[in-house]
């Protein structure tokens, strides 16, 4: 199916080859779409050039020396809903046009959490700041879910269908809420989850 041309309107050319990336389909789309590594490096160059840790400590407002209960916990991922376009690439992996970036933080009373989403097709970004008590929380926890991407394959782009994929995220739960992020760019993340359990059971006891 020919991409839709309307969708690049109004967009810069890194948005329009994004488009491309996950929509555009055929022979000569196959020549000209980045390669999946090219757009993993985009998207990392994107949140890396953010400085999102000093821009985390900054919402907080607390100085980091009094975030030291335990070492601060960096997670992040590709976003998937909320109008992602979710694709799955030549050399297999789930992506997405939405990514996030997650710093928490850890004072001896508090959980400081500070996340970002950015929109690799348009200059949208969603930014929040919250604070958790121990004595709230109730649990942190990691978990697989399914999500519904795209798969193209064939020269002649004919080859298109919906397939579900599997993709961890992590949980942080309280009494009438919780907070849910992605963490496909995480290679370490129990290790991490259970140093942050261990800290919740100490504040509980």
């Known amino acids: 199916m020919p991409l839709d041309r309307s969708l690049l309107r109004g967009k810069t050319t890194e948005q329009q080859n994004v488009i491309k990336y996950f929509l555009d389909t055929g022979c000569l789309a196959g020549l000209t779409r980045m390669k999946d590594d090219a757009y993993e490096q985009m998207v990392l160059a994107k949140i890396n050039g953010l400085n999102l840790k000093q821009k985390a400590l900054g919402k907080i407002g607390i100085d980091e020396d009094q975030l030291k209960a335990i070492s601060p916990v960096y997670l992040n991922g590709y976003h998937f809903g909320d109008g992602a376009i979710v694709g799955v690439g030549k050399d297999g992996r789930l992506r997405s046009s939405k990514y996030d970036a ?16 950015v929109d690799m097709t348009s200059d949208a970004k969603k930014e929040t700041t ?8 109730t649990n942190f926890s990691t978990s697989s879910e399914t999500t519904e991407a795209t798969e193209i394959s064939g020269c002649s782009g ?5 397939i579900q994929r599997e993709y961890n995220k992590f949980t942080l739960v309280v009494p009438g809420d919780k907070f849910t992020c992605s963490t496909t760019g995480v290679n370490d993340v129990d290790r991490s989850v259970s140093a942050m359990k261990q800290k919740l059971r100490e504040k509980k006891q």
């Not at 928490?104 to 009373?109: I, P």
């Not at 919250?130 to 929380?137: A, L, N, R, V, W």
């Open 158 to 162: 004919s080859n298109v269908k919906k």
């Open 130 to 137: 919250e604070e958790y008590f121990y004595k709230d929380i």
């Open 102 to 117: 997650t710093w928490l933080f850890f004072s001896d009373t508090q959980v400081y959490m500070y996340s970002y989403t």
